[in-house]
């Protein structure tokens, strides 16, 4: 099993952005990836984050990976909103098409691919494989300030 914790942001809404993801072993940080983009927003990058996240486990061969975001968004989208948006055609309860459609695609078929435990942490509290992962997303980030 692998661990690894995700994030991503920006500065403004939309802006410049970072991601960024981080192996946890035994609770010390054994590796990481980050990039980010000139225009985007933050949803985009907490995506990324998971994206890149989950092909890191799927090239490694690992199937079996806990996900630590501090993203609602992306939690409650791959565990519970997902289920209704692909019944409904890729539509909200309220028939608006699915923001970000691309990104969600290609994070439900790994985690179809993969046996992902994905659990939220609070952000900005003090875990240090989330708050490496915020500082990461921040230089990446002032790549393009």
Not at 19 to 47: C, H, P
Not at 67 to 83: A, E, F, M, R
Request: aromatic share 10%; with cysteine.
């Amino acid at each position: 099993m692998i661990v690894i914790y995700t994030d991503g942001g920006c500065s403004g809404n939309p802006g410049p952005g970072g991601w960024a993801f981080v192996v946890s072993e035994n609770g010390e940080i054994r590796e990481y990836r980050s990039g980010g983009d000139q225009s985007t927003t933050n949803n985009k990058m907490e995506l990324t984050a998971v994206i890149n996240a989950l092909e890191y486990a799927k090239a490694n061969g690992e199937r079996d990976v806990v996900i630590l975001t501090d993203s609602q968004y992306v939690k409650n989208g791959i565990t519970v909103w997902i289920h209704s948006w692909k019944k409904n055609g890729w539509r909200t309860s309220s028939k608006a098409p699915v923001k970000n459609v691309e990104y969600w695609v290609t994070l439900d078929k790994l985690n179809d691919e993969l046996n992902v435990d994905w659990q939220w942490v609070k952000g900005h509290a003090g875990i240090a494989g989330n708050e490496e992962c915020d500082r990461l997303v921040r230089m990446e980030t002032a790549k393009f300030l």
